[in-house]
């Protein structure tokens, strides 16, 4: 089943948690959801989280996308922007911050981030499918 869905959120921590809602319910996910679904729902998170905290304004955007048994989840803000490393790497144990971008791409099949001097949209792609069947893992798949 494809479809699109979007939403905006206000910029503030309690919107990380509802736009996790918000992309299990645009899934379809009931109680048991998947390794990958549960994957791209931490990946939203963080980019989420680095909306609300680095983004400016009072909203931020998520759009969801499923079609051919993959999921594309966009998310946008307004804001000052920055500089993606081309290869980001996790930082040592210790060190304070940096580990966004690194985690996304653990947990997701492809991360992409356009950023400049009015906003950051990163846009989390990953495949819904049952990779040893073929099948749909999520009812919106």
């Known amino acids: ?38 994957r ?10 680095n909306a609300v905290v680095h983004g400016e304004g009072e909203t931020f955007t998520v759009a969801i996308e499923v079609a051919g048994g993959r999921a594309r989840v966009t998310v946008s803000d307004r804001g000052p922007g920055f500089t993606p490393p081309p290869d980001p790497a996790m930082p040592p144990p210790f060190a304070t911050g940096r580990r966004g971008l690194p985690l996304m791409q653990a947990m997701v099949d492809d991360v992409e981030v356009a950023s400049g001097p009015h906003g950051t949209t990163v846009v989390l792609t990953q495949s819904l499918l049952d990779p040893a069947a073929g099948q749909e893992l999520v009812a919106g798949a």
């Open 1 to 38: 089943m494809d479809q699109a869905v979007s939403t905006t959120f206000r910029r503030v921590p309690a919107a990380v948690p509802a736009a996790r809602a918000f992309l299990r319910y645009a899934l379809g996910v009931d109680a048991q959801a998947t390794d990958a679904v549960e």
């Open 40 to 49: 791209l729902e931490l990946a939203v998170a963080e980019a989420c989280n």
